[in-house]
């Protein structure tokens, strides 16, 4: 049985962003639903933020192709709002990610498990599911593509992370640039 679950069906937001220098950021979801006083806050590593967005775009285009009476969803959002609020308290580190969609309420679920450490038992990881409109998910994966680009700039040479200081690029043969 789970540590706890959670369930906010639906949230009126949800947003990721990043806190602390490039290089040593901390990456989070974050997610409100109307009667709530304190938003729900997890961790997550940048590559699982990249992959939800990623995920995320591919997700909707097939919910489009299945049902292309539905309405597109926009991926329109405002700056000011995308940032997160504190309290920043996270409940826990993501291990796995999982969306999915109901017809009925027209309505995507991302389902966030805790990260299980060695010999910890996976049915105890806690659950958060935070069921968002396509609208709100598709904004939230755009966001999310702005707020990793934010980071340390990419080598030209080889597409790994650069430091102020430059970085030994093994297409350069180690070299400093």
């Not at 602390?20 to 806050?41: C, H, K, M, N």
């Not at 993501?94 to 049915?123: F, K, N």
Request: include cysteine; hydrophobic fraction near 40%; glycine fraction near 8%.
């Amino acid at each position: 049985m789970p540590r706890f679950e959670l369930d906010l069906n639906p949230v009126s937001h949800i947003t990721a962003d990043a806190i602390g220098a490039p290089g040593q950021r901390v990456f989070y979801i974050q997610g409100w639903q109307e009667s709530d006083l304190q938003p729900v806050t997890i961790i997550l590593e940048k590559v699982q933020l990249q992959s939800l967005a990623v995920g995320v775009e591919q997700f909707i285009a097939e919910i489009a192709r299945q049902k292309p009476d539905l309405p597109q969803a926009s991926a329109d959002y405002a700056e000011e709002k995308m940032h997160i609020s504190p309290p920043v308290d996270p409940l826990f580190r993501v291990g796995e990610i999982g969306m999915g969609y109901d017809s009925e309420q027209d309505l995507v679920v991302l389902l966030m498990r805790e990260i299980v450490l060695e010999g910890g038992a996976p049915e105890e990881a806690a659950v958060v599911r935070f069921w968002c409109t396509r609208s709100q998910i598709r904004a939230l994966a755009r966001w999310s593509v702005e707020v990793v680009s934010r980071g340390r700039p990419l080598c030209p040479q080889c597409g790994a992370p650069m430091e102020p200081e430059g970085h030994f690029c093994p297409k350069k043969n180690g070299h400093k640039h």
